[in-house]
């Protein structure tokens, strides 16, 4: 069973800057890919930015020169770090890690219970 857990979200003013925090716990035995999803009311759910496990990133075009992801592969955490804020950053974000188990051979997406990061204007 593997749990993430995530930190870090909340409200913050247009401008400001929130770093969003995931560490996958349980009996996770490999990290591949890590990253950050959001969903804004209404809207689908939308990629914002991932790492592979050699330290390639993308990023949504919306948030590139913005967000910086990161991760901690000892600590299988991974990390946003959100600055210049815009109202339109307003959603609830996802964490998602792609990763086996001791037990599996397979990788499967796991998914955190999501964080509420709100923007002011």
């Known amino acids: 069973q593997v749990h993430l857990v995530e930190s870090g979200g909340g409200l913050v003013q247009a401008g400001g800057s929130l770093r969003l925090s995931c560490a996958a716990s349980?009996?996770?035995?490999?990290?591949?890919?890590m990253g950050w999803y959001r969903q804004a009311p209404g809207k689908q759910r939308e990629l914002v930015a991932v790492?592979?496990?050699?330290?390639?990133?993308n990023y949504a075009d919306s948030v590139k020169g913005r967000f910086t992801v990161s991760r901690d592969n000892a600590k299988n955490t991974v990390y946003l770090q959100m600055n210049s804020l815009k109202p339109e950053d307003t959603a609830v974000y996802y964490c998602?890690?792609?990763?086996?188990?001791?037990?599996?051979?397979?990788?499967?997406?796991?998914w955190g219970q999501g964080t509420q990061v709100t923007v002011s204007s």
């Open positions: 349980g009996s996770i035995y490999r990290a591949n890919t």
């Open positions: 998602m890690v792609n990763g086996r188990t001791y037990s599996s051979i397979h990788f499967l997406d796991y």
């Open positions: 790492i592979t496990s050699g330290g390639t990133t």
